[in-house]
């Protein structure tokens, strides 16, 4: 089995215990952090399909979930780069009622080391909290809102309505997530949506320099 198959079916199988270890050996033989990435988020496409198919339950979706958590631990170092000028603040959250953090969390760290300084209020993160962030940070260039349940999708259309009516500006809204789409991001009001970690960081950028309307 090559290393990143192995990797993919740790985290597929919940390893945590051996993840880690398994993501170092691929680093020392070579393969690319980003592929190894990859890697782990296509396992978490196949847990989800499992589920999805009532062949796995909540608990090996949380396990697989801690595995993936532990193995972007040891390439987080490499994914974040050295960026050290400030681009201006970032806030960042997984909108109300939703749990999901590992999108959020690797779209955090892809907008770190893009130069932002990144807020990070965590999950099922309500609109009132949203606001009062950025009321204590008016500087605040991009507010980042992540969404993974479709039963939440209402919760994010709140949320960027609340952000958008709140009376400090100057910053713009970006939101992600597996269900979201650019045209619901056009639709709830949103500045920008992009697909994955990476493009997030780019379109983060693009909106600071008033690329994107
Ligand atoms: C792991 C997982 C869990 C874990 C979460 C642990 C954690 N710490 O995050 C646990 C076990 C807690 C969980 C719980 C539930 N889950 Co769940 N979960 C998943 C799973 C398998 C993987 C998600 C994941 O981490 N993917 C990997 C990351 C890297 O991808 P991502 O999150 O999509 O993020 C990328 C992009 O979307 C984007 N992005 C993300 N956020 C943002 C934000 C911005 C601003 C931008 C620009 C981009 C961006 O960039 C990210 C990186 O590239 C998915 C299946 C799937 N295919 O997504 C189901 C899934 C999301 N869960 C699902 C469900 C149903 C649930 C539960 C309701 C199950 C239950 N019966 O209890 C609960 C809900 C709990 C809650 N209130 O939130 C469904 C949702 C279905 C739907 N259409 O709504 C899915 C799709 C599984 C399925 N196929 O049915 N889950």
New binding site residues.
């Given amino acids: 089995m090559s290393k990143l198959n192995e990797i993919s079916t740790a985290v597929e199988t919940g390893k945590t215990k051996l993840i880690a270890q398994l993501v170092q050996d691929g680093l020392d033989a070579g393969e690319k952090a980003n592929d190894i990435l990859n890697a782990m ?1 296509d396992a ?2 196949i ?3 499992l ?2 198919r009532g062949e796995i339950f ?1 608990p090996e ?2 396990v ?2 801690r595995a ?2 532990k193995g972007v631990e040891v390439l987080k170092p490499i994914l974040a780069g050295e960026g050290s000028v400030s681009l201006g603040k970032c806030i ?1 959250g997984t909108v109300s ?8 969390n ?2 955090s760290l892809m907008i770190a080391s893009a130069g932002f300084d990144v807020i990070d209020l965590g999950v099922d993160v309500p609109s009132e909290k949203f606001i009062e962030t950025i009321k204590a940070n008016p500087d605040v260039k991009i507010i ?3 969404g ?4 939440t999708m209402q919760a994010m259309k709140d949320t960027v309505a609340a952000i958008n009516a709140c009376d400090v500006k100057g910053y713009k809204v ?6 979201i789409t650019q045209a619901f991001a056009d639709e709830i009001g949103a500045d920008a ?5 990476g493009s ?1 960081a780019v ?1 983060a950028k693009e909106l600071l320099a008033g690329a994107v309307q």
Avoid: E, N, R
């Avoid at 970006?174 to 269900?179: N, Q, S």
């Fill in positions: 988020i978490m496409s847990v989800g399909d589920f999805s909540v979706m949380l697989a979930a993936m958590q960042i009622g939703d749990l999901h953090d590992i999108g959020k690797l779209v980042a809102c992540s993974l349940l479709t039963t970006m939101v992600g997530g597996a269900p949506y992009a697909v994955d970690a997030a379109k």
